[in-house]
């Protein structure tokens, strides 16, 4: 297997997280749990979201639901950002093939 996992468990107890708010997380699609041979285990890539989404509950008071729209807004404020950098990109093609025709 090519994905490192986390033991479910031993994440919760290292990090002081709550088991259900995980599993809320999953029911709302934010993040996979994966169970193998009857043991749950986190994705590790999945880490750094689960960070952020801990952060947001625990420390802001922020609900699943609240955790869910900020990152279907930060989603597609990504989308956005990739958008304007491509558009970007062609403007500076297009602003390249003009000066050529200008100096010519």
Not at 20 to 42: K, M, N
């Amino acid at each position: 297997m090519d994905t490192e996992l986390i033991i479910f468990n031993e994440y919760c107890q290292k990090s002081h997280t709550d088991p259900t708010f995980i599993i809320s997380l999953e029911e709302g699609g934010l993040i996979e749990i994966r169970t193998i041979d009857g043991e749950q285990y986190l994705l590790a890539s999945q880490l750094r979201e689960l960070e952020r989404y801990s952060h947001l509950y625990y420390d802001l008071s922020i609900n699943i639901e609240g955790i869910d729209a900020i990152h279907h807004m930060l989603e597609r404020i990504e989308k956005l950002q990739q958008e304007v950098c491509h558009l970007r990109r062609k403007l500076r093609r297009y602003q390249r093939e003009n000066d050529l025709y200008i100096e010519e």
